[in-house]
T-cell receptor, first 111, second 116 residues
Framework: QKEVEQDPGPLSVPEGAIVSLNCTYS??????FMWYRQYSRKGPELLMY????GNKEDGRFTAQVDKSSKYISLFIRDSQPSDSATYLC???????????FGAGTRLAVHP | GAVVSQHPSRVICKSGTSVKIECRSL??????MFWYRQFPKQSLMLMAT?????????EQGVEKDKFLINHASLTLSTLTVTSAHPEDSSFYIC????????????FGDGTRLSIL
């Protein structure tokens, strides 16, 4: 079993839709949870960063962490074609520790 | 926000050449840097972790004599692919951490390496 599981998709939605991206993890030591967005031929860009359980909102993006079920979610409201990218969830037990990535979900938002 | 610069962004060279990739933290001191490799449509695969002033820690299956890592200062780490061959062609990405547990890692924009 991988430490972080993520459905690779692809996921195709119409513009304006609410997108839900999810990951599960198995390591109870994970305390920090991240979502990165990666455009083709670019490095990952940090979208959301949360510590422990709870919700965090930033504009159209909401990240949720449920440590009891080891479940990580990212919601994108009012999705735009510019949101088309690969979304990677990642976890670790501290910023200086290595990140464990999910497989990445490819998202396509069509006009 | 924290900025990590990676150079060059693209390299095309002949088989047998050694290639050096630089990773710089521009606005913070990076006590730890990470090097990843990514194949098309796949996730990032960690190759090694480097701490400033000490030897890098390589992941299982990564040849340390093939992929030389130097982290001589708090703002610069380099990855040298020695005697590169076509199978080394890939997308190499670095990330940097300021060493505080509550701060995320930030990534460079990657280097696309093509060995002919």
């Amino acid at each position: 079993q991988k430490e972080v599981e993520q459905d690779p998709g692809p996921l195709s939605v119409p513009e304006g839709a609410i997108v839900s991206l999810n990951c599960t993890y198995s390591n109870s030591a994970f305390q920090y949870f991240m979502w990165y967005r990666q455009y083709s031929r670019k490095g990952p860009e940090l979208l959301m960063y949360t510590y422990s359980s709870g919700n965090k909102e930033d504009g159209r993006f909401t990240a949720q962490v449920d440590k009891s079920s080891k479940y990580i979610s990212l919601f994108i409201r009012d999705s735009q074609p510019s949101d088309s990218a690969t979304y990677l969830c990642a976890s670790n037990s501290g910023g200086y520790n290595k990140l464990i990535f999910g497989a990445g979900t490819r998202l396509a938002v069509h006009p | 926000g924290a900025v990590v610069s990676q150079h060059p962004s693209r390299v095309i060279c002949k088989s047998g050449t050694s290639v050096k990739i630089e990773c710089r933290s521009l606005d913070f001191q990076a006590t730890t840097m990470f090097w990843y490799r990514q194949f098309p449509k796949q996730s990032l695969m960690l190759m090694a972790t480097s701490n400033e002033g000490s030897k890098a820690t390589y992941e299982q299956g990564v040849e340390k004599d093939k992929f030389l890592i130097n982290h001589a200062s708090l703002t610069l780490s380099t990855l040298t692919v020695t005697s590169a061959h076509p199978e080394d062609s890939s997308f190499y990405i670095c990330s940097a951490s300021d060493g505080y547990s509550n701060q995320p890692q930030h990534f460079g924009d990657g280097t696309r390496l093509s060995i002919l």
